[in-house]
């Protein structure tokens, strides 16, 4: 029998190799590549969100240009009723 002060030094010898031979049995190498490493779909979902993120700014820009030029045209209703009323007036 083997003194329970051995399983240590036991194990320490024989778990790489069954941890091996579970990484080719069962390819959790291909796993863990896959997993940690960017595959196909990781660079699209960044292409992705690299457009949305540029159409959002381009949205956000587009908004305060309409914006200036709502307030612009009601400028310009204002100072227009205000000449039809001082046109009208002097007639």
Do not use: C, R
């Amino acid at each position: 029998m083997i003194p329970a002060s051995f399983a240590p030094m036991i194990l320490k010898l024989i778990m790489p190799k069954v941890m091996d031979h579970f990484m080719k049995t069962f390819k959790l190498d291909k796993v863990l590549k896959y997993v940690e490493q960017p595959n196909e779909l990781d660079v699209k979902v960044k292409d992705q969100e690299e457009k949305i993120t540029y159409l959002a700014s381009e949205l956000g820009m587009l908004q305060d240009k309409l914006n200036k030029l709502e307030i612009l045209s009601k400028k310009t209703k204002k100072s227009d009723e205000f000449q039809y009323k001082v046109k009208s007036k002097s007639e």
